[in-house]
């Protein structure tokens, strides 16, 4: 209690001791502006660059410490809500997709004209005129007029005119007739073809093949009553030619 008393005659001593003057200067300093004439003249005797110091610093307590804050909350929230929708709407797209594990039918009587796709796989019993490109097998016993591009390739008793590719096997069964260009990576040909084959792996000719145009392969059997109109090159095996006779030749002048 001695403390406090002390403290109080001491703050009552230094307000007695304030002359007139100086208390009315300190009024005058701390008031309020009543008119808008005395608030003009504050302003002009305050200097300019105060005015700016301290609303910056106004800005900076008031606001610095929340906007940090909600900056952090907001990319917070972009990390957590954004990222996962734009893994799953890619995530289905064309480009990654597996092939669908589906056949489609074109059916005896029906004719389709115009390109078709799909990421299954595709039988043709009916017509097609147009384009055909599927990400699983092609199997075509009926008729197709247009370029055919497939995993796979079985034709049975098929009419097809257009250029046949297939990125594995091609098996072309008997009465099967296609004119146009043959591509794969190995061949079983028991029908007509009226073209070129071009075939990565081997070829097998059946009895009852029959073939014009010019044959390229890893190797051929043909079977015996077989018929070819065209060259066979076996550009893909393993044995060069040209160059097993030039390292004989060579082999030869040598021992000579």
């Not at 046949?164 to 591509?183: A, C, D, M, P, T």
């Amino acid at each position: 209690m001695g403390f406090f008393s002390e403290l109080k005659e001491d703050l009552s001593q230094a307000v007695t001791e304030l002359t007139p003057e100086e208390l009315e200067a300190e009024k005058t300093e701390n008031a309020a502006p009543e008119t808008a004439d005395d608030l003009s003249k504050m302003l002009d005797n305050m200097d300019l660059d105060q005015l700016a110091n301290a609303e910056a610093e106004s800005d900076t307590k008031v606001n610095g410490e929340e906007n940090v804050k909600v900056g952090e909350a907001e990319e917070t929230v972009e990390q957590e809500v954004y990222e996962p929708r734009t893994e799953k709407l890619f995530a289905g797209s064309v480009a990654s997709s597996p092939v669908a594990d589906e056949n489609s039918i074109i059916t005896l009587n029906m004719t389709v004209k115009g390109d078709i796709t799909s990421q299954g796989s595709l039988e043709v019993i009916g017509n097609v005129v147009g384009n055909i490109d599927v990400m699983g097998k092609l199997n075509v016993t009926g008729s197709v007029t247009g370029n055919s591009k497939a995993a796979e390739f079985y034709a049975e008793k098929a009419r097809i005119n257009g250029e046949v590719h297939s990125e594995g096997s091609l098996k072309i069964g008997q009465s099967s007739i296609i004119i146009g260009n043959v591509f794969g990576t190995s061949a079983v040909i028991a029908g007509a073809v009226k073209g070129d084959i071009d075939v990565h792996g081997p070829v097998i000719l059946d009895a009852s093949a029959i073939v014009m145009g010019n044959i390229k392969s890893k190797s051929v059997q043909i079977n015996n009553g077989a018929v070819i109109e065209g060259m066979c090159s076996q550009c893909y095996a393993d044995v060069n030619p040209t160059s097993f006779f030039e390292n004989v030749k060579k082999s030869s002048g040598k021992n000579k």
